[in-house]
């Protein structure tokens, strides 16, 4: 594929990016305008609306200044100043994220990477400058600068890892020149050195992915046992058909960040919902919450099972630990053993603790400032228990693979039937 292919490719895939991401909001809002509203004040603020909505998936923070006569019916105490909204509605930048990695990789692939990337990322921060610039008004005002910087940042980003991860498939001859000049970088670490970052690397990833999809499996199960609940809040907010879809995309765009906060929640430090609120292990204390449906399967009091839920990551760090523990050289001490597990769990508790953060922020103003868990809490933690966990499994993969070549049993079994052979005839 020569690189004006390559470039007109890389473009539509980040024009793609951008549409796709902002037609969720439009369309959803659109309907609301044309069907409950029925056309009746100007489309514009509704597409400001969606503007802020995906900018805000991107971590770029909004200003929010009510009208007085707004303000007074939100009955928030605060409200009538301005405040900020920081809180990233994750199902956009994952979906962002998503479309980078998928040109990145396509850009390894052509021959041209990066020639690929960055018209990719040039197409996609003028989309984004585009939608920046239209989007404020005397309500909400996002950043600029963030705005400018955050959502190129993490397309940029995804594109990037998404290239390494294919150039890494190719072979040698079919490299450019960065992806061999990083390769080279590597090969003069020490042997040991690469391999530990290597193994510490894969086994953080198998701790870090087993707790998410647990987290996932335990907001599933939630979302079941709590549909009378969820359904009767629906009811509460006299939407209708219209404006219950508008809800439900805003709270799939939020789902994400509910399956970190449950991640918290395993870990042991769980979140908060507002000033003074805590869902944890130990108990839930929660007072008036924002008006979404999907909190009605929020646990209810003291939960007195709650923390079996810490054995979770205990279990996938000691199976990251057995994952590492396998990977290492057959010869590495027990020492290297026990520091690449701990390595392992200290990636997993900068992964997790990064994801905390992005989660988390203010969604209102006065006590709703604080929702989300606490990110240094969750990082901390998920590296003791996922580090002690898999230092003390991959040692004990070592110590199972060096008795495995030392006992000669095995050996001395497989000859008898050779043995036998020879003393009939």
Known sequence: MNRTTTALLAALEAFIAVAVGLAIPTVALTVVWGVSLGMGVDWIGFWRAAADVWLLGHGVDVLVTLPSTLAAGTGLPGAEQPFFITIA?????????????????????????????????????????????????????????????????????AAIIGSEWESSRLPAVQQDGPARSIRRVIARWPVGLRSGVAAAARGATVAVCGIIAAASVLVTIALVTNYSTITSLYETLHAGAIGGAAITVLQLALLPNVIVWVVSWLIGPGFALGVGTAVSPAGTTIGTLPGLPLFGALPHGAASVGWIGLVVPVLLGAAGGWVAGRRLPAGSSTMARLATGLAAGAM??????????????AVGPDRLAQVGPDPWLTGALAAVEVGVAAALLAALAGLRGRRADEDPEPQRRTSLPSEAATLSR
Request: no cysteine.
């Open 89 to 157: 509605l994750l199902g956009f930048g994952t979906l962002t994220a998503v479309f980078g990695v998928r040109v990145g990789r396509r850009a390894a692939i052509s021959g041209s990477r990066m020639v690929g990337i960055l018209v990719a990322v040039i197409v996609f921060a003028t989309l984004t400058a585009v939608v920046l610039f239209s989007a404020g008004d005397v309500i909400a005002r996002p950043s600029r600068v963030q705005g400018l910087l955050l959502p190129v940042l993490l397309y940029a980003a």
């Open 348 to 361: 997993a508790g900068i992964a997790l603790g990064l994801l905390a953060w992005f989660s988390g922020g």
